[in-house]
């Protein structure tokens, strides 16, 4: 793959991480295929094809032909071309369309059909696709015009001198159409944009809460079951309980799922340690600080549905039930945490690995492994 090889990584990180879709495992293979492929996996398998990397190639040589020049900056054209491809599939995970349309099709006894054709979203779901494959574009820091200037090259493929786009348009409205979908939601993208900015912010932040909840609100409106939308809200909510929790309370501090984190609540624990005042688990009988928003939090996180929830997310979910109270929901939580941190290992991740180690600690289970992870 050479150059490739990076390129397809800082590809899918602008779009599943810094959007925070998801922060799972992601793995991606390459095959030799000379038609355009780009296809996502339910377990994090990303596909594409020998046949999409040589059409941009081919493309972008093209039209360099008269202009050396840009190929200098040949690595930000071959990105720039496939960001596209990847957020066109990341916005069908966003919405789950991958999981409806299977469900559509073994509902009509259609088990043996290949998978490619299992999960073919509907016409409408590709429209509600490409309106948050831009906002996801936008969120990773993107201009959100590329995508529309992508569907326009598509609506030319025909014409194209390199690429076989017969397999992956197929089922698909036509380009055109799309188009006119997306120029007719022009007024309600920037708005959707500015939301769930909005509620990155608030995450990376520990900050403005209130309009990060009252975002989420306004969008599940427009996207009800949205996973993605699920798990912002799950994070969100959680992280507004724990600004009502002192450090003191907290004992220890909870790792989130989400890139540039601060937390305000950081000198607050520097100075626990300072003091040298050490942690001690207790049994309470019932969470600290807001009891209300703790119920918020924990049922915002029964609603993401177990597919959709990655290692990290999961154990942060097992640092708020450890707080309960109750004795079942420590041993859940306890459950949970080391299946994320064994999920964990091998990565360079060290969120899940961290909050086991609070688990461990809080729930009493067992303090020596804790001090040793």
């Known amino acids: 793959l050479g150059e490739w090889n990076d390129i397809i990584d800082s590809s899918l990180f602008l779009v599943f991480r810094r959007t925070e879709l998801s922060r799972g495992s992601l793995r991606v293979l390459v095959t030799g295929d000379s038609g355009i492929v780009s296809r996502l996996y339910p377990e994090g398998t990303?596909?594409?094809?020998?046949?999409?990397?040589?059409?941009?190639?081919?493309?972008?040589f093209e039209t360099a032909a008269d202009s050396p020049r840009r190929m200098r900056n040949l690595s930000l054209e071959r990105e720039a071309m496939l960001i596209p491809f990847l957020a066109s599939e990341a916005a069908h995970f966003a919405l789950d369309h991958q999981f409806t349309a299977?469900?559509?099709?073994?509902?009509?006894?259609?088990?043996?059909?290949?998978?490619?054709?299992?999960?073919?979203?509907s016409p409408q779901e590709t429209f509600e696709a490409d309106r948050i494959a831009a906002i996801l574009l936008e969120s990773?820091?993107?201009?959100?015009?590329?995508?529309?200037t992508w569907l326009l090259s598509l609506e030319?493929?025909?014409?194209?001198?390199?690429?076989n786009f017969t397999a992956y348009l197929a089922g698909l409205p036509k380009s055109g159409d799309r188009i006119a979908?997306?120029?007719?939601?022009?007024?309600?993208?920037?708005?959707?944009?500015?939301?769930?900015?909005?509620?990155?912010?608030?995450?990376?932040?520990?900050?403005g809460f209130s309009d990060a909840i009252?975002?989420?609100?306004?969008?599940?409106?427009?996207?009800?079951?949205?996973?993605?939308?699920?798990?912002?809200?799950?994070?969100?909510?959680?992280?507004?309980?724990?600004?009502t929790v002192t450090p003191a309370e907290q004992k220890l501090r909870t790792f989130?799922?989400?890139?540039?984190?601060?937390?305000?609540?950081?000198?607050?624990f520097m100075e626990l340690l300072n003091q040298?005042?050490?942690?001690?688990?207790?049994?309470?009988?019932?969470?600290?600080?807001?009891?209300a928003a703790f119920s918020k939090a924990v049922a915002a996180y029964e609603r993401i549905p177990e597919a959709n929830r990655d290692a990290a997310l999961s154990s942060s979910c097992a640092t708020l039930l450890v707080r309960s109270g109750t004795e079942a929901d420590r041993k859940l939580a306890v459950l949970m945490a080391k299946a994320a941190a064994a999920e964990e290992e091998g990565t360079s991740s060290f969120t899940a690995r961290a909050n086991c180690a609070s688990v461990l600690f809080l729930s009493g289970t067992d303090t020596n492994r804790a001090r040793t992870i």
């Open 140 to 148: 990773a820091g993107l201009n959100p015009v590329i995508y529309r």
């Open 214 to 243: 009252d975002g989420i609100a306004t969008l599940k409106d427009l996207y009800p079951s949205s996973p993605w939308l699920l798990r912002l809200e799950a994070i969100v909510l959680h992280r507004e309980w724990l600004s």
């Open 102 to 121: 299977w469900r559509r099709a073994t509902d009509a006894g259609s088990e043996d059909t290949a998978f490619a054709d299992a999960v073919r979203p």
């Open 156 to 163: 030319n493929a025909g014409k194209a001198t390199g690429g």
């Open 181 to 207: 979908a997306l120029d007719k939601a022009r007024d309600l993208v920037p708005d959707a944009a500015a939301e769930f900015a909005n509620i990155l912010e608030c995450l990376r932040s520990g900050t």
């Open 276 to 291: 040298n005042a050490g942690v001690k688990q207790t049994e309470s009988k019932g969470p600290p600080g807001n009891a």
């Open 46 to 60: 990303f596909v594409v094809s020998s046949g999409l990397l040589d059409y941009i190639d081919t493309t972008l």
């Open 256 to 268: 989130f799922p989400c890139g540039n984190e601060s937390d305000p609540a950081q000198a607050g």
